[in-house]
């Protein structure tokens, strides 16, 4: 059997996506579907509209057929992380062709991310650390090379996959197939008529508390009852940011220099900036802890690390420790994977054992449990996300 | 001037405690009351109903003359540590008699002390560490010397003062006044008809909401106005329960393990029962973290310890260091103060400069800023508890 590739956050899955899976597998003509998908937060640093498990579900009712959860470690990262991470573990689980959309999809990234790899490997001067600066030193390089510069979101994606191939030494072993991006893009949010709106868009639908008849035209009939709901956690302006105030004020500086990405200064920054604003909403201290040496999402993160308590060190060991989380199979998929697990490299994860909580897993589990407290639905407050879950079965193929 | 010294807590002032500084008043023909107040928090580990500045301002009403805070390290603690404190403060701020409130008004709590005392000194085995047993090791050489166990709560710390005058070798500096307590306990929840009510009861009434024509037959007006508008912070079983679990699932064990008190395997029952209670609520997490081995105010202590993030470095750094913080003075107190602060050994604290927030009171003004950020009120939630705040002055005398 032969699988496609997907990296995804489905956040929540929509036609759009579900247009992107058919695409996929009819340009690639594989047999299965294998998504790697964010769990229960996303890369710009917030807690996920649904968690992992009803987010595979949605999936796997879209057309997915197997879903690993790509680990917090990755998944909460800049784009070049995050796209090394997700290309590891696809093609670990055997996949020969990722696809994805771009806005641009008649780049052929591989090759111009070659171009840049090679320029920026002559140049000595050049580290090959994973710094902050590294993704933008490699478009720079690629402007020089190529003369332009990639700027849509998707396009930089696609470049930060085709970067991760090269340097994960899988050319030859997977192909990167872009797809032409139509209709809404990562950020608009104008919801299109015709069946297709972006995540945003339906995100923005559900900040108002719309009907399950109002986006039924936008997503399937079960994520349409889910998002009449509303979030499953509390928004990062209320439960999350006074998490943020409570560990800022009540933890030494010292010790929030140990946490991930808060170097330079940013630890004295944010403790300075929750001082000042102990009394205003979140939007107001964001606006101040705004600079314009990062990005929103980057120092949005860090605000998530500082509440999980994720230190440099734990960040460097769970980067270091992938492993295959499966939150969820087709019939199709559980054939594939039993056909293919002998040659995986890394350790499937299908149901955690005690000593994941505090080995492998331990980061998941943590950033999961907060997760968990977090909710705003009784229900989902009682359910733990990772002790006693086993993958979602769905029979199909 | 002579000054008679009063320990409180005032949680809420009423006419209870107005009962008893006239009498103490009367009692020693002194011309000027001081009360030594706990802070933000009170000596069984919760937020106090109102703050510090607005319970000192209750107490001026009510006929003190002079309000020093009892330091957090002091406040939130045994009653041997917390009387210890008391005493040390009330000394240094020139007081000659301390009346406080017993069960056996007619007993002589320092005769009883020196008893026990001496006992103890000469038991080599005893040793003189504030260690949790010595409170209960002492009653239990008391129970042998004299005869009888002291049970009722306000015996037993008058019997902590006296102990406190003798160890901090001021016998013949400072005498004890116990007066018969009359009417409601602290324990007894019911409202008595003539005017005097405990705290626990009046707190009752305010949990139901009451108006303050409610409150005025056991409060004078201010208090009642205050009271009818409910307490000021969250209260325990929200807001301050989800910082707690927050703390202890981001921590790793062995730094739980430097909290204070959560010593001998707490650290790890704390863990262990806020990972199975994620999803109950606070009455029912304590039901299981309670043990037979530590009292129940001894438990909620060290959650809030932990929500604070308190180590036990920082608290002996904190108790070794005491400090005359004033929260109010009437014209009379502050001409007291004028007269006898030369002869102050102790640092008096008029206004806070900023190398204090990381020195001296840095316990008190995190502890004082968490109180800031769970408050439940805008106005209060916009006014800091320790930075740019004077006494409170009320003009008499």
Redesign the interface.
């Known amino acids: 059997m032969e699988a496609v590739g997907l990296i995804t956050e489905y956040n929540p899955f929509h036609n759009g996506h579900a247009y992107h899976v058919a695409q996929a597998k009819a340009l690639t003509g594989a047999d299965v579907v294998v998504a790697v998908m964010s769990g229960n937060y996303v890369q710009r640093g917030v807690p996920a509209t649904f968690d992992k498990w009803q987010r595979a579900e949605l999936a796997l009712l879209g057309g997915v057929d197997l879903v690993f959860e790509l680990p917090f470690a990755f998944a909460v990262q800049p784009a070049h992380i995050f796209a090394r991470g997700a290309v590891q573990l696809l093609a670990d689980a055997g996949v020969k062709t990722i696809v994805f959309g771009a806005e641009h999809g008649d780049l052929d990234f591989l090759a111009l991310a070659q171009q840049a790899h090679q320029r920026l490997m002559a140049d000595k001067q050049f580290s090959t650390d994973y710094s902050q600066t590294y993704a933008t030193a490699f478009n720079d390089v690629l402007a020089d090379v190529v003369g332009f510069r990639l700027t849509d979101p998707n396009d930089m994606l696609g470049f930060a996959y085709a970067t991760a191939v090269i340097e994960l030494d899988l050319l030859g072993t997977i192909t990167l197939q872009p797809i032409q991006r139509i209709k809404a893009g990562y950020h608009e949010t104008q919801l299109v008529d015709d069946h297709i709106a972006s995540a945003t868009a339906i995100r923005e639908l559900m900040d108002k508390q719309a009907s399950t008849t109002s986006f039924l035209p936008y997503v399937g009939q079960q994520a349409a009852e889910l998002l009449a709901q509303g979030a499953q956690t509390a928004p990062w302006s209320t439960?999350w940011y006074?998490?943020l105030?409570?560990?800022v004020?009540?933890?030494p500086i010292a010790e929030l220099e140990q946490i991930y990405q808060l170097t330079d200064g940013l630890a004295y920054r944010l403790q300075e900036q929750v001082?000042q604003h102990?009394?205003t909403d979140f939007t107001t201290f964001m606006a101040a802890y705004k600079s314009k040496r990062y990005t929103q999402a980057r120092l949005q993160r860090t605000l998530l690390y500082t509440?999980?308590?994720i230190t440099s060190a734990e960040m460097q060991t769970a980067m270091a420790t992938p492993y295959l989380r499966m939150l969820g199979a087709t019939t199709l998929g559980r054939r594939y994977l039993k056909q293919q697990r002998d040659k995986f490299s890394l350790p499937v994860i299908h149901k955690v054992e005690k000593d994941d909580l505090t080995g492998i897993l331990a980061l998941d589990y943590?950033a999961g449990?907060?997760y968990?407290?977090f909710s705003q639905r009784?229900a989902d407050?009682?359910k733990?996300q990772d002790t006693g879950r086993i993958p979602v079965f769905i029979e199909r193929g």
Chains 1, 2 share one sequence.
């Open positions: 439960t006074q998490a105030q409570t560990k004020m009540t933890t001082a102990l009394a509440v999980l308590n943590r449990r907060l968990q407290l009784p407050l009682a733990a």
